[in-house]
C-alpha cells in the first residue's frame, strides 16, 4: 500500500484560495476543500482544529497579500499616494473575491482603521501632503473624501457593476482626485 500524500497547511491555504476565487467564500467547506485536494477531510482537521480556525488562517494570508500589493505600490515616493489608490482599485480587480472578504463585510472598525487596512493611515496622509501641500490635519479630512471615491470604484470592480479598463481607471482617478482637491481648497479657503 502506498503512503498517504501529507497535505501541509500550505497545501491547504493554496486550494482553498483557488476555492474562494472560483466559487467565492461560501463555495469552501470541508467537503469542497477535501474534494479539491483528492483527500477525505482528516488532513484539513489535522492541520486546523476547526474550518474557522482555517478560515482565519486564510482571511490573514488574503490580507498578507492585500497589505504587500499596498506597499509595494507606496515604493515609488513620488507618486506613491496615487499609486495606492490604484494598487487598491486593482487588487479589487485582480482578486474580486478576496477584496470582498476584506472590505465588503460587516466590521467593528472605525472610519480610520477601516479606510488605513494595509499601510499605516500616517504614511497615506504625509504621502497625499506632498502632492496636495495641504497640512496633515487637512490631508486627513481630504483623504477621507478621496478615499470614499475610491472604495466605490474599487467595489464596483469587485462586484462587476462596471467594467474599466486601467486607462480609464487612471484618468477617473487622476482628474477626480484632482477636481476634489480644488473643490477642497476653494471651501478651506472660503473658511478662513
Keep these: 500500500m502506498p503512503p498517504k500524500k501529507k497535505y501541509s497547511k500550505e497545501d491547504i491555504l493554496k486550494t482553498s484560495l483557488e476555492i474562494i476565487e472560483s466559487k467565492g467564500e461560501g463555495g469552501l467547506n470541508a467537503r469542497s476543500l477535501a474534494k479539491a485536494l483528492g483527500c477525505s477531510v482528516q488532513p484539513i482537521f489535522h492541520n486546523f482544529a476547526s474550518m474557522e480556525e482555517l478560515n482565519k488562517y486564510i482571511y490573514n494570508n488574503i490580507y498578507k ?7 509595494k505600490a507606496a515604493e515609488s515616493e513620488n507618486q506613491a499616494y496615487k499609486n495606492i489608490g490604484l494598487a487598491y482599485i486593482n487588487f479589487a480587480a485582480e482578486h474580486s473575491e478576496f477584496f470582498k472578504i476584506i472590505f465588503m463585510k460587516e466590521t467593528n472598525m472605525n472610519f480610520e482603521n477601516f479606510m488605513a487596512s494595509g499601510i499605516p493611515i500616517d504614511f497615506i496622509i504625509k504621502s497625499g501632503m506632498k502632492l496636495t501641500k495641504l497640512s496633515y490635519q487637512k490631508q486627513k479630512e481630504f483623504h477621507k473624501k478621496v478615499w470614499i471615491f475610491t472604495h466605490g470604484i ?7 457593476t462596471i467594467k474599466f479598463s486601467q486607462k480609464e481607471i487612471e484618468e477617473l482617478l487622476t482628474k477626480t482626485v484632482i477636481e ?3 473643490g477642497f481648497k476653494n471651501i478651506n479657503e472660503g473658511e478662513k
Design 154 to 160: 474599487a467595489c464596483l470592480i469587485a462586484t462587476k
Design 65 to 71: 497579500l492585500y497589505s504587500s500589493t499596498l506597499l
Design 180 to 182: 476634489m482637491l480644488k
